[in-house]
Nanobody, 126 residues
């Protein structure tokens, strides 16, 4: 099974940037993508970004143009580069496997999560 370990969270001022990392060990089911979701206290998970085997990416509307998901397969590491952060981005961020969907072409879903790590906290102050 897959194990996911996040790091890189912290506190930052609004407008700032952070890079989250996720160390991936074990094998990922070939039917899944890998990416990130976040969760605010007391609320449901929100898929943020995902990347597929072919490098194609999917983003939530709320982070498009500000966040970038990427992977370094040689290092078995997934990244989330976050820029132009706002207090609304404050949440616990989790690295996760996500399902795919077919709508003419295959793409990653941002609402179906498989395995995930322990999370890393991101706090953005105004």
């Amino acid at each position: 099974h897959v194990q996911l370990v996040e790091s890189g969270g912290g506190s930052v001022q609004a407008g700032g940037s952070l890079r989250l990392s996720c160390e991936v060990s074990g094998s990922i089911d070939g039917t899944n993508c890998i990416g990130w979701f976040r969760q605010y206290p007391g609320e449901e998970r929100e898929g943020v970004a995902a990347i597929d085997d072919d490098g194609s990416t999917t983003y939530a509307e709320s982070v498009k143009g500000r966040f970038t998901v990427s992977s370094d397969n040689a290092k078995n590491t997934l990244y989330l580069d976050m820029g132009s952060l706002t207090p609304e981005d404050t949440a616990m961020y989790y690295c996760a496997t996500l399902s795919r969907q077919y709508g003419g072409t295959w793409s990653c879903r941002l609402d179906r999560f498989g395995a995930w790590g322990q999370g890393t906290q991101v706090t953005v102050s105004s």
